[in-house]
């Protein structure tokens, strides 16, 4: 990675606690949308890691999430080409406790290793136009940052959205200008406004789309939150010394220790409130900065319009849908056939294992859904049928009582730990690509249409010597066949715990 | 089979040839509505075998269909219990010409057999109650076919149907009455009526759903045939003694004849026109029985409606659906998540490789939807994953480009045909059950998590020995996959071509 552009001091805290709960079929507990790659075939927290890494030193790289997130992250963000995992620091909030309690901790954190931090908050899960201009709007933050401001990143709005909010932005700060950007006062925030409201933002020109971007020094957020906390101002800014106080206690501890009990406890103790509430609207020191970029928040289903142009009915349809007689619908098929008829204004999602169909006014209210299929016990919410590793991917086929399975590709140059089962025995099959299967310290190479067996309690691995993808059917037989069945010995990317 | 009840003479003709496109996707065209099994468990089919053999003498019950699906009915009939395909007589149709060519055909065929035959035509793709009011109407039709009527069968409306004919009975015909029942004239035949003449219908009392059912002298069809040809009354009863005079010379031959091209192209050439407008809606010999049972054609999706009870808000969802705030919507799902969101009166069809999205009153439009697949070669038209066999089934759980997945499940003391594969080989996993597995004339027995390789050219047969269904994992691989790739060199039910 080229880090001659990089900027000292500066830390980014790039925010993927979000569960995504509003793009289900397509996300997942354990895949949610930060992972979701339709979107131009990359995940939107790849892009994220590629928009800031090339401005930060080696190690300045946070990616903030929850514990039950972290192996997932690691593992997806692992399996990337040109990203280096090793060189990301990758940390678990104690608990989901919104905005203001998340960046107090990273600032408070980011203060214990460099009394000079300077942090960029970047939410995980955004769409947004990088390049040249980008690159100076980050510096220009970093200026206006280093004279104590806290600049948010404004969008200069394309349409009349009613679904993001919105900052005004006010007086140019004298010096801090480059090209044509200028950082301005932030004179207001505003939360999603009606259709005329919008209209009237986007026709005056000084509203900005908020987009969660934050530039800052850490000792800033951590004075602001105090100061405006002691100001109370209003019932949400009042919890600002709270909250710095328990970010600074937790920030004393390893990052491990923020998931032990008592610090657990702590944490959840603060309330729940978005950084925008209890500092930016309230606090003196906010700056905008307004840009030119092309930016969505991806916030719901409806985003999956921009995929494809509309036919003639208005119907958005991508993948593998054919239709007759129907109008304004998006449907989305990542590979089974999906036929509708006669529909009007319907929303139509569909993966291996769900499919939803809404109406197209109710996409806001997926996470209903969501609620009530996890009430429900349903899998499905959980996680899908595929996941990224490491040194690959897996896909379940087929899941029985007393066996199941899976489809695994494996890339080239990789392998699997060395690990073996106490309660399964595992056949394999090699349908492309030339395995490397080791089984109590003897190797053997597979190609296509070769099997290997492997009984409970051997030490197995699995690589792919070969320069094409390695792929292998494997049906586990066994009474109990959970992913927690599996002591590892060795692994390329030292993973211990979690799934394989 | 209890034959003590049979009724000499007696020939029963199950037309099976319809496609049933209008039930796609629960449908295919290898698996059309006649083998559905979602109303009860038992296939619409099988439960029309089973209504008549009871009252047939052994051979007497001929099922006609296609050439296309002969191999299909074949097994999918084999694998019902209690069901003997030896003593069924599968007959193929040159082509569909709609029902006059087909009753004509099979009446000339049957009179070939027997100068005093006596046929009763049922559809395969009904629904239709049992029991001693059917086997009476039976019988009392019969007499009354002895006397030279061309009996139709109506039902007793319970509801003003307007996708039913309907048949208005007439005067009791003298010394045909057997406890309630009484075969009366039939006066008029209708088409589907408006809601307002169907409820006239209902409130009347005299008219009576036109099941599709008939009785009557072999003899007695192809003489009206002729007869109503000759006054030529209406354009379609016009054609009556071509279709007499082709059929009867197909019946000359065999029915493997039929298929050949000169007897194909005599019978292509015949209009294609009802029985019951070539002859029916014309003849002076018609009569009509009406019964009360409970009966329904099956004829759209909204039949789905019948298989639960509807919640609250008019929702009847069958199988795995989670909904929120819809009404009025019918959803079937056999194995798959489906969640739906704020929907009003749609219905929503889901398959293992299929889905159906409609406006609920586009259902006969289904068609629409299954011609577009079919002009788009879509394979999701043809036939479904699943596939009954008379030794057991198999589901095609993955399909690529050099490798699939089945699933092979085999009853107990069943065998596959012993074949041979001259492009591919199959691992096999047994993960349930019992397998004796030979190989180029050695066999061993497989228990579960054990496998076998069969290369390709081996002579091999996959049976069960045990006393459970053997289920096994079989991954082909190889650059040929599909199903004639196949050479078989014993089979137990006889079978030659086609697939296993």
Known sequence: MDTSQAIPNLHAVILAGGSGARFWPLSRELSPKQMLDIFGGVSLISRAVHRIAPLL???????????????????????????????????????????????????????????????????????????????????????????????????????????????????????????????????????????????????????????????????????????????????????????????????????????????????????????????????????????????????????????????????????????????????????????????????????TDATLVAAKDRTQDVRLVVEALRAAGAPEVVSSRSSLRPWGSWTLLMKADRFQIKSIEVLPGKRLSLQSHEKRSEHWVVVDGEAVVERDGETATLAANESAFIPPGTRHRLGNAGDTTLQVIEVAVGDYLEEDDIVRFEDDWGREGGTE
Request: glycine residues 8%.
């Open 57 to 351: 030193e080696p190690g300045n790289l946070h990616v903030l999430t929850n514990e039950r997130l972290l192996d997932e992250l690691r593992n997806h963000l692992a399996a990337q080409e040109d990203i280096d995992t090793g060189t990301i620091d990758f940390l678990a909030e104690p608990t989901a406790r919104n905005t203001a309690p998340a960046i107090a901790l990273a600032a408070a954190y980011l203060l214990q290793q460099d009394p000079e931090a300077m942090m960029i908050v970047l939410p995980s899960d955004h769409l947004l136009e990088d390049g040249p201009v980008w690159e100076s709007a980050v510096r220009l933050s970093c200026d206006a940052a280093e004279g104590g401001a806290l600049v948010t990143i404004g969008l200069t709005p394309t349409h009349a959205e009613t679904g993001y909010g919105y900052i005004r932005a006010g007086r140019p700060m004298p010096g801090l200008a480059e090209g044509e950007l200028r950082v301005c006062g932030a004179d207001r925030f505003v939360e999603k406004p009606d259709a005329e409201t919008a209209r009237r933002y986007l026709e005056g020109g000084d509203y900005l789309w908020n987009s969660g971007m934050l530039v800052a020094c850490a000792a800033s957020v951590l004075s602001q939150l105090r100061s405006v906390g002691r100001r109370k101002a209003t019932p949400d800014s009042s919890h600002g010394e709270i909250i710095a106080r328990v970010a600074e206690e937790l920030a004393a501890m390893t990052p491990a220790e923020w998931l032990a009990r008592d610090a657990r406890d702590r944490y959840t103790s603060l309330p729940s409130v978005p950084f925008d509430k209890a500092v930016l609207e309230v606090s003196e020191r906010v700056a905008v900065l307004p840009v030119s970029l092309s930016w969505s928040d991806v916030g719901s289903l409806l985003s999956l319009e921009k995929l494809a142009e509309a036919d003639d009915r208005g119907n958005v349809l991508v993948g593998n849908i054919l239709d007759v007689d129907s109008h304004g619908v998006i449907g989305y098929s990542a590979d089974r056939l999906v036929a509708t008829l006669g529909l009007d204004d319907l929303i139509i999602v569909d993966t």
